[in-house]
């Protein structure tokens, strides 16, 4: 595999569900993003996390729950979502200052 | 704060045409980065091309290429012999300098049609 991959690719979940997203880089990048791209919305970032370390939190609700154990792996924990969270989630990676950041395909969910 | 403002939410191209899509953005900062992103119908996100705001020769890739004018805050993206794959959505970004992990700011993007 190279680049940045996620699974699942597409997700379907009711409200009272626990599933969980990944995604995996294997560029060998310290940073690690969460997104959520919505219709007709700029993309919202959600969570970073640099060399392991959660750095920015965006207001994002609870029932989002983040997870990075190591430089490559990154999770987004789910859990009584909302129809509102219905969207495209996607996970980047980035090395330093000034680093382009590198996406995956992203995970299509829809909440019931 | 920064933002990033695209002022044209659709635009539209006749294949092999040339045709520019703007993007403008606020900041107080000296050192930074900008960056085109294209999103495909796929939602796929690949990046086009990247700017160092330190240097001032203007970044290209082959047939893109951007129009950086630091003073104005402008950073247009040109398509040159538009093709028909080079529909999507294109994203301008900004990412501070400063600090050990700015995160990328986005415009809320341009829709790209090409016409055959």
């Known amino acids: 595999e190279t680049g940045v991959t996620q699974t699942p690719r597409h997700l379907v979940m009711g409200m009272t569900n626990k599933k969980s997203l990944k995604c995996e880089q294997h560029l060998g990048h310290n940073a690690m993003y969460w997104y959520k791209q919505s219709a007709k919305k700029p993309l919202e970032l959600m969570f970073v996390?640099?060399?392991?370390?959660?750095?920015e939190n965006n207001s994002v609700p609870s029932r989002f729950s983040p997870e990075c154990p190591n430089s490559s792996h990154l999770f987004l924990h789910l859990h009584t979502l909302q129809p509102e969270d219905s969207a495209l989630y996607l996970c980047?990676?980035?090395?330093?200052?000034?680093?382009?950041?590198?996406f995956g395909p992203g995970t299509r969910l829809l909440v019931l | 704060a920064q933002t990033v403002t695209q002022s044209q939410p659709e635009m539209s191209v006749q294949e092999a045409e040339t045709v520019t899509l703007s993007c403008t953005y606020d900041?107080?900062?000296?050192?930074?980065?900008l960056f085109w992103y294209k999103q495909p119908p796929s939602r796929q996100m690949i990046l086009v091309i990247r700017q160092e705001a330190y240097k001032q020769q203007n970044a290209t890739e082959n047939r893109f290429s951007v129009n950086f004018q630091k003073a104005a805050k402008s950073f247009s993206l040109k398509i040159s012999d538009s093709q028909l794959g080079d529909a999507a959505m294109y994203f301008c970004?900004?990412?501070?300098?400063?600090?050990?992990?700015?995160?990328?700011?986005f415009g809320k993007g341009t829709k790209l049609s090409v016409k055959p």
């Open positions: 996390y640099s060399l392991e370390e959660r750095v």
């Open positions: 900041t107080s900062e000296s050192d930074y980065y």
């Open positions: 970004a900004y990412r501070s300098g400063a600090g050990s992990q700015g995160n990328l700011i």
């Open positions: 980047a990676s980035s090395q330093g200052t000034g680093g382009a950041e590198y």
